[in-house]
């Protein structure tokens, strides 16, 4: 990637999901010193022509699908069986557009609500909305208790370089929150990667069926006032959908 991609570009007003696009070369239009000087922030894009603003939506657009392409694959590729056929709601589209248009500024999402109400399944439309926005990001979903069984640590394993993984990346869910025996190691990881996470501002979707006042006893104050001010909260409610399809 030359730097040249690296400039910025107002994708935004564009219609243009965020990700690394190559810009189009010197020559490939008339109006070429305009696009340049908006590459370069000395341009508004309501200052460039009706044609200049067609030229980069038709210079961009093969990149879109493809960007779009790769994003469903990552996701259909990790999505498990059971909820393969996920199908987001009006909430969790405007969530994934919103996280699409500034990663660091949109809220976090804690999801709520007792045993079989469907919060995992919900967890995973939001990365499938995420997905239909084309958005070039590295998910990453565990279970607490698969977290906490892959950070343990164990002879020749650097589950140090792992946890900074799982801390950094762009949106990760963490399942079932609250569910795993607590002990002081699983406390100061959790703490440690809520708290990574809230200082860095990077979004994450959690997921737990205790109430707010058990999980608070779960988690400890310190964790749960950070996810109080990172997360909105969505209140699973109804029966336990699971004996739904038994009976
Ligand atoms: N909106 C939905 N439409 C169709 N099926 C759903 C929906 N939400 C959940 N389900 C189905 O209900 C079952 C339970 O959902 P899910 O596993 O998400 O519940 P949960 O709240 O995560 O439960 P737990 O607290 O035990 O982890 C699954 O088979 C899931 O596919
Ligand atoms: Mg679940």
Redesign the pocket.
């Known amino acids: 990637m030359n730097q040249r991609s690296k400039l910025t570009v107002d994708f935004a007003g564009l219609g243009i999901p965020p990700g690394r696009y190559a810009l189009p070369t010197p020559g490939a239009y008339d109006g070429y010193d305009r696009l340049e000087r908006h590459f370069t922030g000395h341009l508004c894009l309501s200052d460039l022509t009706p044609d200049d603003v067609q030229f980069l939506r038709d210079h961009f657009a093969e990149q879109v699908t493809e960007h779009r392409r790769q994003a469903m694959d990552y996701f259909e590729a990790r999505v498990p069986r059971?909820?393969n056929g996920v199908c987001p709601d009006e909430q969790a589209t405007a969530w994934a557009e919103q996280f699409a248009a500034n990663q660091h500024a949109v809220k976090s999402l804690l999801l709520v609500?007792p045993?079989?109400?469907?919060?995992?399944?919900?967890a995973w439309s939001l990365l499938g909305a995420v997905a239909e926005t084309g958005t070039q990001v590295r998910w990453q979903m565990h279970t607490a208790a698969d977290l906490y069984a892959s950070l343990r640590p164990r002879d020749g394993e650097d589950s140090e370089s792992t946890f900074e993984r799982i801390a950094n990346a762009h949106l990760l869910v963490l399942d079932?929150l609250g569910a795993s025996k607590w002990t002081e190691w699983v406390e100061e990881i959790t703490y440690r990667l809520i708290n990574h996470r809230y200082e860095e501002c990077l979004p994450s979707i959690f997921?737990s069926?205790l109430p707010p006042t058990e999980l608070r006893d779960a988690l400890g104050g310190r964790v749960a006032s950070r996810l109080t001010e990172m997360c909105d909260r969505i209140t699973?409610k109804g029966d336990d959908?699971?004996k739904g399809?038994r009976s």
């Open positions: 059971r909820f609500g045993t079989g109400t469907g919060k995992t399944h919900y079932d997921t069926n699973l959908r699971r399809a």
